[in-house]
């Protein structure tokens, strides 16, 4: 008894003493609880979400930008840029003295010039560039936006002015350089790693112009920035910034309360109730820029016939879905791009829930006593579809009400991908975010005749209408124009239904009442300057 | 002594050279595509996949690409990541100082809780705290880690505010990494609230960790101290008028160690699999996280890597509980010649 009190008395002690003593003396940090360890520090290499925010986003900048928290293009590392007529030739004036970050392994000695531009670019689409196979020279994001084809030429002119022609009018592009893989690298710092033998250095020791500079990296534990001093729009608030590597949300969330981080990424959706009564917290949402869809596999039999896919479409009650797996942090869609999006078309008239309707329409197309399919289902979780085997189960229940017997397919993500990009499946839940906020991102990039080759069109689906408005909205530059475009593609794709569109989720972020300004990047980012700390 | 370590060591020989093929089986049974996977909801053209998969060395065959990594092993290269490009080696260097500290922690605590446990319950067999002794470590036994591990945290880190949530130590202390062990380090930085900090860090994970060992070892010392407790050796000790407490613990608690040796190494095997889930919760930055990140991407070289030098902790472990044997009871040293 003595020994167990004894010991009791002496874990409370040593208990108390370390809570003391392991409190930090100085000033508080800024702490996001990121969600993963980022695959590197070069934008260009990579496509992942946690990549982007631990480099491109807050440690560089690119020649034009998305305003923050929104998809609106604003003048960065480029003050200024002209189009040509033909739109085939873009010249961008540079922003002069804007400063590099100075590390440890690298002082700069002049401010960014046309050199810098031509470097990062060079790189990705010269195959003859010195350090084009540098750290796996695989630029992912540089050739599905087929960047190289697209560029035929990139020339200085002085060392403020560069110029890009292209092989053909692509009205996208200028969005597309606001991307994270055109994160503009210093070719100074590239030669002086070259000079050191130690090239590969500038993709995991980053120097660039954004507002936070990388300090120290520890894989799976902690990233330490602390504000870039000459950051060419004012020094940001928050120094230091640190990322907390915290996988899973509820733990994160755990961490929230207890002020061990700031800000967290994704929390749960069954957290969110909580969250908001929590007077310490607050919780923002925002539509992401994303939709979650079944793609029927239109070269199959019998979904190669617009009423099977009409029918299936009536069949399904989408509500249930939004308020069962979305918990109703979804919007039901109707098209197969966000309502946030410019050209979005409103007058679409939604498919209803009507089973009677889709039978009628089976019977119409020779299936009265309907038929069996598959329906495959993500393994993962994703932006846009928190349990897609969920959807799946529910979709099933309501093809079962009208004849439709579909067995649901699931693999591993990986092997899932392969086969259905060989189009073994009939039908397809799956989904898409945005990336650079133009609807060719959407509408070409996953319904084209030509995403029908690469794969990105799980659909496979190319109707010669549709393919001619997205194509020539890619190729003309007013804005007027193209949105007119769009807006009659949209009904296009809703008259062939190659997809029954779910929905538009609801991104989430959770944060300590003393955050100040921060805005949800509808593109999926995480930025952190202009963000405050009320003390 | 060195004849034994060294025919110990011989058997070794196939185990590893087993353990290769295990590894390299292991990572390439697991269906999905590296490239696949990177390029999620992305298209791909075929010939680009193509280039990629070789610029990978993914489109060898299978035996080639098991006799490079053979050599490799050989050599001591292990290849580098597909997703990072930096080094297996380097890698698991980095984050295995920080398995290994909670591990040690982790036992050290079982060792220290189980084994009292299980000698008090032994001696007192039948008492309400044999009972509840060996009812908790049941419980203990049977908990799942996942749900434990958050409960803890909702009680002491959120409710309480004893203990920090996750991590390895407060972000503010940037201690350099001279052996990975953060204990040592914060020591030879010289920082005492660091080295505060890192303990403290330690404790709930340490708890969760140690939890399943903590329940076999309380068990097993318990059974194996029954059965010697009935032995004629300790009748005579007893009627030789020893005290009881030198009965216990010198004469039978040294012959009861033998199964409980074998199951402290044993739970050091299973220690190393159950840090998948405590470093996934406490986010400690460790092998158990590494290994899963490196399943979900299907990083082969760094899961063929991983799960090799794993097992060969493993192996090693087990090794240095065979010596222990030797050391604790010298009729198997001397059966071992």
Avoid at chain 1, 46 to 55: M, V, Y
Avoid at chain 1, 460 to 489: H, I, M, N, P
Avoid at chain 2, 153 to 175: C, E, Q
Avoid at chain 2, 311 to 317: K, M
Wanted: glycine share 6%; net charge neutral.
């Amino acid at each position: 008894m003595v020994v167990r009190s004894l010991a009791g008395a002496l874990l409370a002690l040593t208990m108390s003493a370390l809570v003391m003593l392991a409190r930090p003396a100085a000033a508080a940090p800024f702490v996001y609880c990121s969600e993963a360890s980022p695959e590197g520090f070069n934008a260009s290499l990579f496509i992942a979400n946690t990549t982007f925010d631990a480099s491109s986003r807050n440690v560089f900048n690119r020649l034009v930008e998305f305003e923050r928290g929104s998809t609106k293009l604003r003048p960065a590392l480029a003050e200024s840029w002209t189009i040509s007529p033909d739109g085939r030739v873009y010249t961008f004036k540079l922003r002069p003295g804007v400063a590099f970050q100075t590390t440890k392994t690298f002082t700069p000695s002049r401010p960014f010039n046309a050199d810098d531009v031509l470097y990062t670019f060079l790189r990705q689409w010269d195959p003859n560039h010195r350090d084009h196979r540098l750290s796996g020279g695989s630029y992912e994001y540089f050739n599905s936006m087929d960047m190289p084809k697209l560029i035929t030429a990139i020339d200085k002119l002085d060392d403020l002015t560069v110029r890009f022609t292209l092989s053909q009018p692509e009205a996208p592009f200028l969005a597309d350089l606001a991307m994270d893989f055109a994160s503009i690298f210093s070719a100074e710092y590239a030669d002086a790693m070259y000079a050191a033998g130690t090239p590969e250095k500038i993709d995991q020791e980053p120097v660039g112009t954004g507002p936070f500079q990388l300090v120290g990296y520890q894989k799976d534990a902690v990233i330490r920035y602390k504000a870039h001093p000459g950051y060419w729009e004012g020094k940001a608030a928050l120094d230091p910034l640190i990322f907390a590597i915290t996988p899973d949300a509820a733990v994160a969330y755990a961490k929230l309360k207890t002020s061990e981080c700031q800000l967290i990424p994704y929390p749960n959706q069954a957290d969110l109730p909580a969250m908001q009564r929590d007077p310490d917290l607050v919780v923002t949402s925002q539509e992401g820029l994303n939709v979650a869809y079944l793609a029927f596999n239109t070269q199959k039999k019998p979904f190669d016939d617009v009423r099977v896919r009409r029918a299936l479409d009536l069949a399904i009650d989408r509500d249930a879905i939004i308020a069962a797996v979305y918990l109703g942090a979804g919007r039901k869609a109707k098209n197969p791009i966000p309502p946030t999006l410019w050209s979005y078309n409103d007058a679409i008239v939604d498919t209803p829930y009507d089973p009677a309707a889709a039978k009628r329409l089976l019977a119409e197309a020779g299936y009265p006593q309907g038929f069996e399919t598959d329906i495959w289902a993500l393994p993962v979780k994703r932006p846009y579809a928190p349990d897609s085997r969920r959807t799946a189960e529910m979709i099933q229940a309501d093809w079962a009400k009208v004849g439709v017997r579909a067995v649901i397919v699931s693999y591993e993500l990986g092997e899932l991908l392969k086969r259905t990009k060989a189009g073994e499946h009939q039908t397809m839940l799956f989904g898409w975010t945005g990336d650079n906020g133009d609807p060719d991102n959407f509408l070409y990039t996953l319904l084209g005749c030509e995403a029908a080759k690469d794969g990105a069109n799980r659909a496979r689906w190319c109707d010669a209408r549709f393919d001619a408005l997205v194509t020539q909205a890619k190729r003309t530059s007013d804005v007027g124009e193209r949105t007119r475009l769009y807006e009659e593609a949209q009904v296009v794709f809703k008259q062939e239904t190659p997809w029954v569109t779910i929905a538009h989720s609801v991104v989430s972020t959770a944060m300590r009442r003393n955050v100040e300004n921060y805005r949800i990047d509808p593109l999926g980012g995480h930025l952190f300057y202009g963000v405050d700390l009320a003390r | 002594m060195p004849a034994f370590i060294l025919s110990r060591l011989l058997q070794l020989v196939p185990v590893v050279l087993g353990m290769t093929l295990l590894a390299f089986a292991l990572a390439r049974l697991i269906p999905g595509d590296p490239v696949e996977t990177m390029m999620g909801e992305r298209g791909i053209d075929p010939a680009h996949h193509a280039a990629m998969r070789h610029a990978l060395g993914l489109d060898r065959p299978l035996a080639v690409q098991y006799l490079d990594y053979l050599g490799g092993v050989a050599s001591g290269d292990l290849g580098r990541s597909l997703v990072t490009k930096a080094p297996v080696l380097g890698e698991f260097l980095t984050v295995f100082p920080a398995t290994v500290e909670l591990s040690v922690i982790a036992v050290a605590f079982a060792i220290a809780v189980g084994l009292p446990v299980g000698v008090i319950a032994a001696v007192r067999r039948g008492s309400a705290f044999d009972w509840l002794a060996m009812t908790a470590s049941l419980t203990g036994y049977s908990m799942p880690v996942f749900w434990w591990g958050l409960l803890l945290i909702l009680l002491f880190s959120v409710h309480l505010g004893w203990t920090p949530v996750a991590g390895r130590i407060d972000v503010l202390y940037d201690v350099p990494p001279v052996t990975g062990f953060l204990l040592v380090d914060t020591l030879i930085a010289r920082d005492g609230a660091a080295f505060a900090s890192a303990l403290h860090h330690l404790v709930l994970p340490a708890i969760v960790l140690g939890t399943i060992p903590l329940a076999t070892i309380a068990r097993m010392t318990r059974s194996a101290m029954l059965e010697v407790l009935q032995a004629d050796h300790i009748r005579a000790a007893r009627a030789k008028g020893l005290t009881s407490f030198r009965v216990v613990f010198v004469h039978a608690l040294r012959n009861a160690m033998i199964p409980v040796v074998t199951v402290i190494g044993l739970a050091t095997g299973t220690l190393l699999a159950g840090a998948i889930l405590t470093e996934t919760i406490f986010s400690w930055p460790g092998v158990g996280k590494w290994l899963v990140e490196a399943v979900r991407r299907r990083d082969y070289p760094v899961l063929q890597g991983g799960i090799l030098l794993v097992a060969g902790a493993v192996v090693c472990v087990n090794l240095l509980v065979d010596v222990l044997y030797g050391l604790l009871d010298p009729r198997i040293r001397h059966a071992a010649r």
